[in-house]
């Protein structure tokens, strides 16, 4: 059974920095693309950044293009989250996720395993 778990959160003034990590363990990490979304009260969640399962390739909303870096070691079986620039707008609990296949999917659906979320807030 794949278990992930986000670690990072907190709470940053606008304009200031954050980095998630997403540690896995049981199960297969390094052929996998990897995924991070947020969902905030009374949202859908929210897809904010995906990673191919070599790391090659990324994508990204365009809320998150040129403020968010996404990265993954497959060595230590974990994926990070960059976040720079934070707008009030982020707040929101942050999941990481495991996607069904090797590309990077930019939908709920395309992932399997879900991590239990670590709270980003971001006062103004």
């Known amino acids: 059974q794949v278990q992930l778990v986000e670690s990072g959160g907190g709470l940053v003034q606008a304009g200031g920095s954050l980095r998630l990590s997403c540690a896995a363990s049981?199960?297969?990490?390094?052929?996998?693309?990897m995924g991070w979304f947020r969902q905030s009260p009374g949202k859908e969640r929210e897809f904010v950044a995906a990673?191919?399962?070599?790391?090659?390739?990324?994508e990204f909303p365009d809320s998150a293009k040129g403020r968010f870096a996404i990265a993954r070691d497959n060595v230590k079986n974990t994926m990070y989250l960059q976040m720079n620039n934070l707008k009030p707008e982020d707040t929101a609990v942050y999941y990481c996720?495991?996607?069904?296949?090797?590309?990077?999917?930019?939908?709920?659906?395309?992932?399997?395993?879900w991590g239990q979320g670590t709270q980003v807030t971001v006062s103004s």
């Open positions: 990673i191919t399962w070599s790391g090659g390739s990324t």
């Open positions: 996720a495991r996607a069904r296949a090797t590309e990077a999917l930019i939908t709920s659906a395309g992932y399997d395993y």
């Open positions: 049981g199960g297969t990490f390094s052929t996998y693309a």
